[in-house]
T-cell receptor, first 110, second 115 residues
Framework: KNEVEQSPQNLTAQEGEFITINCSYS?????LHWLQQHPGGGIVSLFM???GKKKHGRLIATINIQEKHSSLHITASHPRDSAVYIC????????????FGKGTHLIIQP | DAGVIQSPRHEVTEMGQEVTLRCKPI?????LFWYRQTMMRGLELLIY????????DSGMPEDRFSAKMPNASFSTLKIQPSEPRDSAVYFC?????????????FGPGTRLTVL
């Protein structure tokens, strides 16, 4: 079974700072997901990637397959970015369910 | 589209009672997932279906849990009998197996409290 580790567990930063959240996994994967869970509990899928880099607005996700590592970056962070960010690995070639990290609780202070 | 719909949003029940959680996936999606989230264990996959057929139920904690998908637009997760340790938020998610990949769309979750 894949083990998914995230760091840091908690992160508090000032508005405008560049944020990096890390994710490592133990077994080769077919895809890695980054999810955002809002304070109200809703979960939104941010990225799904299997190689390289993806960018959406101020969010950037990268993955290094050889090192079994992915990062989520937030540029020009804003208080509305405050949420729990969760990485999740999909191991199988099909649509296997996800194995989740414990999440990173991000607080952006104004 | 309304997104993934779950009901009820909140459920409070007493130990020993049967609990049924419901999910309506996004129309046209062929995969449906049930997840559970607790403070201690985070998010965990319970079971997933493809074209209404259960593919992997290895995450179902024990025989008290069962899930069905009688048609493409409806799934249930049942706990019988319920126990306090089943208290959690249960999420349903659906996805479409296109070449673009399998991004999962999550429902709002059902917060279950077993007293």
């Amino acid at each position: 079974k894949n083990e998914v580790e995230q760091s840091p567990q908690n992160l508090t930063a000032q508005e405008g700072e560049f944020i990096t959240i890390n994710c490592s996994y133990s077994v080769g994967i077919s895809a890695l997901h980054w999810l955002q869970q809002h304070p109200g509990g809703g979960i939104v899928s941010l990225f799904m990637l299997s190689s390289g880099k993806k960018k959406h607005g101020r969010l950037i996700a990268t993955i290094n397959i050889q090192e079994k590592h992915s990062s989520l970056h937030i540029t020009a962070s804003h208080p509305r970015d405050s949420a729990v960010y969760i990485c999740a690995a999909r191991s199988g070639g099909g649509a296997d369910g996800l194995t989740f990290g414990k999440g990173t609780h991000l607080i952006i202070q104004p | 589209d309304a997104g993934v719909i779950q009901s009820p949003r909140h459920e409070v029940t007493e130990m020993g009672q049967e609990v049924t959680l419901r999910c309506k996936p996004i129309s046209g999606h062929d995969y449906l997932f049930w997840y559970r989230q607790t403070m201690m264990r985070g998010l965990e996959l319970l079971i997933y279906f493809n074209n209404n057929v259960p593919i992997d139920d290895s995450g179902m904690p024990e025989d008290r849990f069962s899930a069905k998908m009688p048609n493409a637009s409806f799934s249930t997760l049942k706990i019988q009998p319920s126990e306090p340790r089943d208290s959690a938020v249960y999420f349903c998610a659906s996805s479409l197996s296109t070449a673009g990949g399998l991004i999962q769309f999550f429902g709002p979750g059902t917060r279950l409290t077993v007293l």
